[in-house]
Structure formats: C-alpha cells, structure tokens
C-alpha cells in the first residue's frame, strides 16, 4: 500500500507542461537535423523522419534513462553511408536490424556497464568535440543549394540570417530572466517564425532543405538475399554501427545522470536502442541513437520523465502526416540559433578552467578524443582511441610504483617487502629487484602490500623461482591474497611456487 501511494505521489508531483513544452521544442529541433542527416547519406528525407519518431516513441517507453532523447542521427548513419552507395537502401535497413539485435544482446548479457571505463578526460574530450560539430553544422546552413551547387550566403539574405539567428540567441538567454514557465528555446523558435511571417521576411525555411510531408510507416522485410555472402557484406557495417550507437547513448546517459543526479539503466537502454533499431529497419527509417543536443535541449527545458520523449516523437509524427504546412514554414535561422546556444552549452568550460591542473596525459587525451571526433565525425573510434591512451599511461604509472623493501629476518632469510601491484607494465622493474647470486639459501617475497595481477606476473615468479633454483636457492611467497591464490593455484601445471602461509596474517576470504 506505502508503495502505491508513494507512485501516486510521484504521479501527482510531475510538470506536465513542462514536460509537453519540452517535447514540443524537442520535435522542432529533431526535424531539420533528422532530414540533414538523410539527405547527407543519400537516403529519401523521410527515413530521417520516420528514424525520429520510431527512435523516439521506443526509446521513451522501453529506454532506461528518462529525459534521454533519440532519433535519426548523423553518428550512426555516416559509418553506413559506403554501404548505401555500394549496396543501396535494403542493406541499409537490413544492416540496421542486424545493429540493433547486436545491440540488444549487449543489453541482455549486461555489458552495458562498460561505459563506467571511460576516463573524464575523454569524456570531456567527446562533448567539446560533440559541440563542436553541432556547432560547425549550424554555420553550414548559411549556404545555400543552386543547380546542384553549395555556395555561402551573401549580402542582403547574409544579414536576414545572421540577423534573425543574433535575435534567437538573445531570446534564448533573456527570457528565462522574465520567465520560466515556458522553454525559452521553444519561446525563441515562435518569436522568430511570427516575426518572418508577419512580416513577409524572405529567408532560408525548413522547406528549403526537404519537404517534411508523408503518411504512417509501413512494416517491410528487407528485399535482400537471405545468404551468408549477404551477412558477410552488412556484419561489419551493423557492428560499427551498434558499436557508435552505444556509445554515444550510453554517454549521453552518463551525462544526464550528472545533471540529474540521478541513476539510469545502462543494460536497459542498450536493450532498448537495439529494439528501436530493429523496428527501425522494419519500418523504413535510417536507424540512430541517442542525440545530445536534442537531450540537453529536453533536459534544459525541465523534462525529467518519459513523458517529454513521448510528445516530442508524437509530435514528429503528427508533423509528417497534417503539420507539414506549418513547420515547412519555419526560418532555419530560428532552429540554427537554439541548436547553437546547445552546442554552446554542450562545451564542457570547465575543462579549459581547470586544464593547468590536470595532468598532461588526460590534457593530451581530451584534445585527441575532440580532435578525432570533430575531424573524422567518428565519435566511437574517438572514444576508443581515448580510452585505449588512458588505459597505457595508467599501466605505465602503474609499472613505475613497484618497489621492494629488502631485510633479513631473525632466522637469517632475505625478505623481500613488495610494495606495487605485479602485472605486465611492472615484471622487468620487478626482477630487477632481486640478487639471485648473493641472497640468502632461503628467500621470501611478501605480498602484503602487493599483489599478483595477470598471466605475465605468474611468467615473472616463474622465471625468478628458476633462478634461484638453479643456484640451489629456495623462493617462498608470503601474505597473499585469496584471488592471487586462486591465480597460481590455476596455473599450477605451468608454475611450481611455494606458499608460506602465515597464522598472524589473515586475508579476507570469499
């Protein structure tokens, strides 16, 4: 009963507005992105929007982070763009679904919490880089598209665009002043569009990149070969895809977790991406993942709950089918200066505050994994290569620790204090600690402050024992911990140890 009424409570403690105004300013920022993305991969505009919404409504229900927004974005659809030239559009779905069963397996075998190995510093590194992009997409949209040709805006129709972009921006930072009943970026968007239309203001509108008209998604079977040659051409592609996705969603979640501070689900949201992607490849649209900008917009507008996600992939949806008169009508210099007040957000400033205070490796990192993301548009391969770098200066401070404090005991054996973990980066200092010629008959190495990590640690003792063996010497192992037992016990065909145990010494057993 306490439970059901502490539901309820909960239930009656949600801002419905909020909620639906951030959807609806959600929606407004997804349909320009979604349709850049498709036309940029060569795909009908409406797979980007029919990506949005299946993303979206999927994702808000079954996701396992509320306030996480997904849709068709460019991260996931730039690694599939050779296999549409090569192939066309029914690999593409078919390698989409493939993604998302790859996806949900991830879900399923809990591996999601992987994501907690990703270092700051590449975090930091991945949202500049992240805001960057959006930021440099933004000023693309001051080209304009004739005979085929791109070419930049210029006089008067330059200033109508910066003008009007200028006039978001300051509504966008001044209105939450007056009020914050209602999200300024939404406020922003009405502002600006009423302010062209009223006045009859010749600018670039949303029309100008794609119609966004169309009717309801119709279930499809890939019209591809079912064979093994047929796996073999989309396998790599769907598991680069589910790879991106995932991280960036699972990254996306991490962040809305630090805003909130609250938790998510990582395996659930994997399992859930991976759902949207089948039905996505089912359904005509162009696959995705989490969107940041679309996030942080959501969650600066006040949304905690599915609820917003819910409106905003609704409203996508509404939008394809009746709405599209309305939203064709919207100026891009409206959409161009929210997404540029998100991307502006998205920059992690702190990072530059604190950059004289942080160590040169994770300075390094950071401006690696920025420069691979903005660069490449490879937001995966940036956080690979961030966390592979983090993970060898780690090992590398980690192998320069080992030290060993050398004694004898009352009964005249050599002891050998180690202090440092034993694993691969530390072998060689390790050895080097011995005197195998002058040491006493009998040896002990103490594990007290140590212990033996990997399979090069066991190679390491092995190696030593013989040593010592061949100069009629005995090697004793003393205070180790019950996992590093276990490891030699394992190893026994290979390595030969003797275990001194000590009654005045007591590990902890599992």
Known sequence: MK???????????????????????????????????????????????????LMGIVTAVLGGRPGMVSGGA?????????????????????AVVLAGVLQLLVGVFRLGK????????VMYGFLNGLAIIIFMAQVEQFKITEHGISTWMSGTMLYIMGGLTLLTVAVVIAFPKISKAIPSSLVAIIIVSALVYFLKIDTK?????????????????????????????????????????????????NMVDEITRTKGNSNREAMAQGAANMVNGFFGGM??????????????????T??????????????????????????????????????????????????NKMPKSDIFVGILVAAITVILHNLALAVLVGVIISALVFAWDNAKRIRARKSVDEEGNKVYEIY????????????????????????IVDFKESRVADMSAIEALKKLTEQYKNHNKQLVLRHLSADCIRLLENAGGFIEINIEEDPTYNVMRE
């Open 3 to 53: 439970t059901n009424s502490l539901n309820f409570q909960s239930f009656l403690n949600i801002n419905y507005k909020n909620e639906i105004l951030a959807g609806l300013t959600v929606s407004m920022t997804m349909i320009p992105e979604s349709l850049s993305f498709a036309i940029l991969a060569g795909l009908p505009p409406l797979m980007g929007l029919y990506a949005a919404f």
């Open 74 to 94: 460019g991260a996931t659809v730039v690694v599939l763009m050779a296999l549409i030239v090569s192939h066309g559009t029914q690999y593409l779905l078919a």
């Open 114 to 121: 992987f994501v907690r190995l990703i270092p700051q510093p």
């Open 205 to 253: 509108t949303v029309a100008d990149i794609a119609s966004v008209k169309g009717s309801l998604p119709a279930f499809h079977i890939p019209d591809i070969p079912i064979t093994m040659e047929t796996l073999k051409i989309i396998f790599p592609y769907s598991m680069i895809m589910a790879g991106v996705g995932l991280i960036e969603s699972l990254l996306t979640l």
């Open 287 to 304: 696959g995705g993942c989490a969107m940041v900008a679309q996030t942080l917009v959501n969650i600066g507008a006040g949304a905690r």
């Open 306 to 355: 599915r609820i917003s996600a819910i409106i905003g992939a609704l409203s996508i949806l509404l939008i394809i089918i009746v709405g599209s008169p309305v939203i064709d009508q919207i100026p891009m210099a409206a959409l161009v200066g929210v997404m540029m007040m998100v991307a502006i957000g998205t920059f992690q400033w702190v990072s530059l505050r604190i950059v």
């Open 420 to 443: 440092g973990p034993l694993f691969f980066g530390s072998t060689t200092a390790f050895a080097d600690k011995f005197d195998v010629l002058h040491d006493t008959d009998k040896v």
